[in-house]
């Protein structure tokens, strides 16, 4: 079995703010592999203790080659890193072309996995587009997976509904945060990776036009981000514990939670 | 010969001095040579088996005491004088001690005499015509023999009732031990008898020196006319294989630590407390662009440790001395250092069968590893100096490279590399606190005497925001001149490093390393001793050196230079402080902060049962603010409960994580609000009146 990851390379939310003047401070945030899509490379690794090949694909730019180190400290046989000045601008057609591009000149696989979203975009795009682009069934939103030799029975969770979806291979199937609970990887482990096991490789190589790429050609783009100032305040209650309680009750009730 | 000129006139007329083996045919003497050297070598052979069998050859032994020697043994000796000969640790007990003070003592002193007899006898009477054994000096050695060999029997006495009636359940009787005991109880009592048969056979005028044995010569007077030349032989011939019997056979019993004890104090004596060697030194292995793979920082097997921990654990002697200090396991939590040493110590001797690590085979469980609190406590105590801490960061490590480690500890570590701490707030909320109070940056105040390492406790955790609130307003109080890293500042990695997660901890370290230097810092003040070990021993362990001080030792020195009043009146009640392991037992910091106290609380000051270096762990130690592990109760209940036992109505301490701890503690303390718990900088502000400045 012939399994390819998506593994993206993001900003770390949790680091990411607007400065005074109100603009999005990205650049200084610390990165890493897309939280959603190490489950993914956790389960493909399992899959490769049972044998299968494990191929990473991403779209980034050069950074991005470390994060991949990091993807790789999994448990994964090598990455395929496509980048070059349009990244920057690349929306989820564009990430999709060059993944499917990647998938074809690699390919062909049984099974592409890949994170729901991703942290920076939050698009959920990529995954169904890669499928569309590949002709391959494409099921989202995985808690569980079993991969058999012909198909995958992938288990759903919607609302409070579970359903099973047996689906069969090639397919690309996106994992939520449920499937599984994804090793740490320390950080012995991701230096141990030689750099060798990274390719990067520009539109070119692809076979791909770069022209197509060129941010004018490009069918949506990010015009603008704003901070949004949610309504969140605090009281402090004082005085005695029965008193505070009671006073709480009371403003609940009167919020209309109790 | 003495013995072939042994006329009674002779011996009864002359002024004190040593006879040699009266009544004994000369070759007797030579025969003991003989079984001596016989008794060595069975000796060296047990010993060999003994240490290879933990998987150490006698070489590596040899070429690591080598390795002592040639760097100056100073250190060891004064280590093992203190420990071996001085019985430093093993005293702490009174049984225990004073049995091993009998045995060790009397056995030492007999064995001295003999060599002094033989040393006169064959070498200095033979060749030079000296003899030393006469007068006075006789006389008291005699006597000093005597009550060894009382001792000895009363020690043998002890230690047999200690292993047959009191047997505590780590220590067996098997047939092996008892026989050792008997062969010592024998050799002394023969030794006595032996006395005493002389002293009717040859009786001399300063026999009531040697006491023992003349009182048992009075016990014996009336056997005296069966007594004959054979009976006194065999008698000797019995002394003789009983002393052989324990100089030749202890190493094959539970009495083999009287050697593997001291050879494993002299080759861990090197080390400060709590202080972990190094796996390999990153800067170096990344500058030498060698290839990494094989390169682990911990053990997933004991036969992998090299061969002194290997020695260290062997050496254990199952005595339990760790697990009755350890407040992990006095806190129910599943894990007794004794007990992992032992499976340890008993998988490296024979190794369980089954594939994969330690955890895997059951030799011990993950949350064992997990519960430690990196204290200490138990270190102190071990009188083999065995480091059960450091062996337990060495299984973390090796958990988290493999990637065995649960969500909590994996969350703490992923949040270390993203938010640089482990609590996951942003790292620009850092300074955002400190920055409205006007403290300045080291960009701001380049040159200043002391940089104020703020941690990331009090940087980020609303509660130990107070304590840099009230350190700053001190300093400046004391007009120290003193800046901030700001947004620059940065997790040390001592929660990382606890963790298991090593190389993540060096390369931490080199680039806050990188980032001092670059403001050309030297002195350091911190208030967290956390932070105090990793940036003072730590760091330098790695060959980066910086001066640091913890906010006691400078505020308890601002004081003492009056650059801090005193304050006047206290009215908090009885103040106790809690020793953060970290400040007190592992960087020897006990003194300074009990001063601050006094200055606080004068008279009202009390200590608590175990203090300084007896201190009990808060319950955060060893990363385990971060993550739960199963227990029956609290560690930090369980402390708080010690103070609340002495009466204290408020609980200093000085480091954030006990702070936190104890806090929370004596919120949830049965039988309603506990003691008010602070950091000592905290009650020295408000004692002298100061706002703290950033307090929320
Ligand atoms: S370091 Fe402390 S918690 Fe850990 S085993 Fe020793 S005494 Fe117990
Ligand atoms: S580790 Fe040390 S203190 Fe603990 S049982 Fe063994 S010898 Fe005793």
């Given at each position: 079995m012939r399994i390819l990851v998506l593994a993206k390379h993001v900003p770390d939310t949790t680091e990411i703010r607007f400065s005074p003047t109100g603009e999005l401070m990205v650049r200084q945030a610390p990165t890493k592999v897309n939280d959603y899509d190490r489950h993914a490379l956790e389960e493909a690794s399992r899959l490769r203790e049972s044998g299968a090949e494990v191929v990473i694909a991403s779209v980034g730019p050069p950074e991005a080659a470390k994060t991949m180190k990091e993807a790789l400290a999994y448990g994964a046989d090598r990455a395929v890193l496509a980048g070059g000045a349009w990244v920057a601008d690349a929306d989820p057609e564009a990430m999709a072309e060059v993944l499917a591009a990647i998938a074809r000149r690699q390919g062909p696989f049984d099974l592409v996995l890949a994170g729901d979203v991703s942290e920076d975009g939050y698009n959920a795009l990529v995954p169904g587009l890669l499928a569309a682009k590949l002709g391959t069934p494409y099921v989202r939103g995985a808690t569980a997976l079993g991969v058999g030799a012909a198909s995958v029975k992938v288990t759903r969770l919607i609302g409070d509904v579970e359903e099973e979806v047996e689906v069969a291979l090639p397919a690309v199937i996106s994992v939520t945060r449920l499937l599984n609970s994804p090793r740490v990887i320390s950080t012995m482990a991701v230096m141990k990776v030689p750099m060798s096991k990274v390719e990067t490789v520009d539109l070119g190589e692809l076979g791909l036009d770069p022209a197509a790429f060129a941010p004018g050609a490009l069918s949506t783009r990010l015009s603008a981000v704003r901070p949004v100032q949610s309504k969140r305040g605090n009281e402090m209650l004082r005085g005695e514990p029965a008193e505070i309680a009671a006073e709480l009750a009371a403003k609940l009730r009167g919020m209309g939670v109790l | 010969m003495a013995a072939s000129a042994g006329p009674r006139a002779l011996l009864a007329a002359s002024s004190p001095h040593y006879v040699y083996m009266p009544g004994l045919p000369g070759a007797f003497h030579w025969l003991i040579y003989v079984a001596l050297i016989v008794c060595l070598v069975v000796a060296a052979w047990l010993f060999n088996r003994r240490v290879r069998a933990a998987g150490v050859s006698p070489a590596e032994l040899a070429h690591g005491l080598r390795e002592i020697a040639s760097k100056g043994p100073g250190e060891a000796l004064a280590v093992v004088g203190a420990e071996v000969f001085g019985q430093r640790r093993v005293r702490r007990r009174p049984y225990a001690g004073l049995m091993h003070l009998l045995i060790f003592g009397s056995y030492g002193m007999l064995t001295l005499g003999t060599v002094l007899i033989a040393v006169q006898h064959d070498f200095t009477g033979r060749f030079f015509g000296v003899t030393f054994l006469n007068g006075n000096f006789y006389l008291v050695e005699k006597a000093l023999l005597d009550t060894a060999a009382l001792g000895l029997l009363a020690g043998v006495a002890m230690a047999a009732w200690r292993r047959l009636a009191i047997r505590p359940v780590t220590l067996g009787a098997r047939p092996t031990v008892v026989v050792a005991y008997a062969a010592l109880a024998v050799m002394a009592a023969t030794g006595l008898l032996l006395e005493a048969m002389r002293e009717l056979a040859y009786p001399v005028s300063w026999s009531h020196w040697t006491y023992a044995g003349h009182l048992v010569a009075l016990a014996i007077t009336p056997l005296v006319g069966r007594l004959n030349l054979g009976a006194y032989q065999a008698t000797w011939v019995v002394h003789v294989i009983a002393a052989f019997t324990f100089m030749g056979g202890a190493l094959a019993t539970a009495l083999d630590h009287v050697v593997l004890v001291p050879l494993n104090i002299a080759l861990q004596s090197s080390r400060a407390p709590g202080e972990l060697r190094l796996p390999f030194n990153l800067a170096e292995l990344l500058e030498s662009g060698g290839d990494l793979e094989g390169v682990s920082s911990g053990f997933a097997n004991p036969s992998e440790l090299?061969?002194?921990?290997?020695?260290?654990?062997?050496?254990?002697?199952?005595?339990?001395?760790?697990?009755?200090?350890?407040?992990?396991?006095?806190?129910?939590?599943?894990?007794?250092?004794?007990?992992?040493?032992?499976?340890?110590?008993?998988?490296?001797?024979?190794?369980?069968?089954?594939?994969?690590?330690?955890?895997?085979?059951?030799?011990?469980?993950?949350?064992?590893?997990?519960?430690?609190?990196?204290?200490?406590?138990?270190?102190?105590?071990?009188?083999?100096?065995?480091?059960?801490?450091?062996?337990?960061?060495?299984?973390?490590?090796?958990?988290?490279?493999?990637?065995?480690?649960?969500?909590?500890?994996?969350?703490?570590?992923?949040?270390?590399?993203?938010?640089?701490?482990?609590?996951?707030?942003?790292?620009?909320?850092?300074?955002?606190?400190?920055?409205?109070?006007?403290?300045?940056?080291?960009?701001?105040?380049?040159?200043?005497?002391?940089?104020?390492?703020?941690?990331?406790?009090?940087?980020?955790?609303?509660?130990?925001?107070?304590?840099?609130?009230?350190?700053?307003?001190?300093?400046?109080?004391?007009?120290?001149?003193?800046?901030?890293?700001?947004?620059?500042?940065?997790?040390?990695?001592?929660?990382?490093?606890k963790l298991g997660d090593e190389a993540g901890f060096q390369m931490r370290s080199m680039e806050i390393a990188e980032t001092l230097r670059s403001h050309g810092v030297t002195k350091i003040v911190t208030h967290c001793p956390h932070c105090l070990v990793t940036l003072g021993r730590d760091y330098r362990s790695l060959g980066m050196e910086f001066e640091v001080v913890h906010h006691s030792e400078l505020v308890q020195s601002l004081l003492a230079q009056g650059r801090l009043p005193t304050p006047k009146s206290w009215e908090g009640g009885k103040l106790t402080y809690h020793d953060p392991c970290n400040l007190g037992r592992l960087s020897g910091v006990f003194d300074a902060p009990r001063g601050l106290a006094a200055s606080v609380a004068g008279e009202s000051f009390v200590e608590l049962e175990r203090s300084r270096e007896k201190s009990f762990c808060c319950g955060a130690g060893g990363s385990n603010y971060f993550y739960k592990v199963p227990a029956q109760e609290s560690v930090s209940g369980l402390r708080l409960g010690q103070a609340q036992a002495a009466g204290a109505s408020t609980v200093a301490t000085a480091c954030p994580f006990c702070l936190s701890m104890l806090e929370d503690a004596a919120r949830t303390a049965p039988g309603g609000q506990g003691p008010r718990v602070a950091d000592l900088a905290e009650l020295l502000a408000e004692a002298l009146g100061l706002e703290a400045t950033a307090a929320p």
């Open positions: - | 090299d061969w002194k921990r290997r020695f260290m654990l062997a050496s254990c002697v199952n005595c339990g001395r760790c697990e009755e200090v350890c407040p992990a396991n006095a806190a129910g939590r599943p894990l007794s250092p004794r007990k992992l040493v032992q499976a340890l110590k008993g998988d490296l001797l024979s190794p369980s069968d089954g594939a994969g690590d330690l955890f895997a085979r059951g030799v011990l469980d993950t949350d064992t590893v997990w519960s430690c609190l990196s204290c200490g406590a138990c270190a102190r105590e071990c009188p083999a100096f065995i480091d059960q801490p450091e062996t337990i960061v060495e299984m973390r490590r090796h958990l988290v490279e493999e990637g065995n480690v649960d969500e909590a500890k994996a969350l703490v570590l992923a949040q270390l590399e993203r938010n640089q701490n482990p609590l996951g707030l942003p790292s620009y909320q850092r300074f955002a606190r400190l920055a409205e109070a006007g403290v300045p940056t080291i960009e701001e105040n380049p040159g200043a005497e002391y940089l104020y390492w703020v941690g990331c406790m009090s940087s980020y955790d609303q509660r130990a925001w107070g304590v840099a609130g009230a350190v700053i307003s001190l300093l400046r109080l004391a007009g120290v001149d003193f800046a901030v890293l700001g947004e620059s500042e940065r997790c040390l990695g001592e929660c990382q490093r």
